[in-house]
């Protein structure tokens, strides 16, 4: 399985950005997809998650209320809705899957934590 990550760029304080992550591959199953961030000097952290049916989310208590997370399972796609971001929100973003069922070259097999490349997001006026 491959994530591939899109949507990065500039975006000034209190405008909106959305990143998407498209997953691809010999998919038959993804459970929770999200996205991380990582900002130079810090670590990587979890920013929101969405679980497979799309009823469960989580969001740091950094940018909830602000950000929200989606999903389309027809096209196995998570999008991060960026609003009113904070040059804090200033990071490269990383999208994830924790698990997939797959297609194996001898039969269905999970894969875990699999990572997209990383998009970076720059929050300044």
């Known amino acids: 399985v491959q994530l591939q990550a899109s949507g990065g760029g500039r975006v000034q304080p209190g405008g909106y950005l959305t990143l998407s992550c498209a997953a691809s591959?010999?998919?038959?199953?993804?459970?929770?997809m999200g996205w991380y961030r990582q900002a130079p000097g810090m670590q990587r952290e979890l920013v929101a998650r969405?679980?497979?049916?799309?009823?469960?989310?989580y969001f740091s208590n950094s940018v909830k209320d602000r950000f929200t997370i989606s999903r389309e399972n027809t096209r196995n796609t998570v999008y991060l809705r960026m609003v009113s971001p904070k040059p804090e929100d200033t990071a490269v973003y990383y999208c994830?899957?924790?698990?997939?069922?797959?297609?194996?070259?001898?039969?269905?097999?999970?894969?875990?934590?699999?990572w997209g490349q990383g998009t970076q997001v720059t929050v300044s006026s």
């Open positions: 994830n899957v924790d698990h997939a069922y797959v297609n194996g070259d001898y039969g269905p097999v999970y894969e875990f934590e699999i």
């Open positions: 591959g010999p998919i038959i199953r993804i459970n929770a």
């Open positions: 969405i679980f497979a049916d799309g009823s469960d989310e």
